[in-house]
């Protein structure tokens, strides 16, 4: 007996819609990280193109994407970390954290 499940497109469809953009990034190193903070606080994520972004030259950001009852902790988690480089296309902006001011 397989305990293979077969989505319907019904059950994919709920399924995306409960996750949020948390945010997009270029590095592998980034990437990381923030999967280790997550998964330490036990937040439910994916992330897309992550697989594919290396392969297509960064071409595609990879995105976090965290369930929406649990977005707000996420961002309260990230919200003092330093990344190389993100952004988040829901506020629509850029932050780079090279500057040796910072």
Known sequence: MSSIIRYTKEM???DFTE??????????GDRVFI????DAEGII?????????????NALPMKVMVKKDQIGKAKEILK???LSYTYNLRDKTKDTNNDPED
Request: charged share 20%.
């Open 12 to 14: 994919m469809e709920n």
């Open 19 to 28: 996750y949020e953009i948390l945010l997009e990034t270029h590095n592998a």
């Open 35 to 38: 999967k280790s903070i997550l």
């Open 45 to 57: 994520y994916f992330i897309q193109n992550e697989y594919v972004a290396p392969y297509l030259f």
């Open 80 to 82: 003092d970390i330093k």
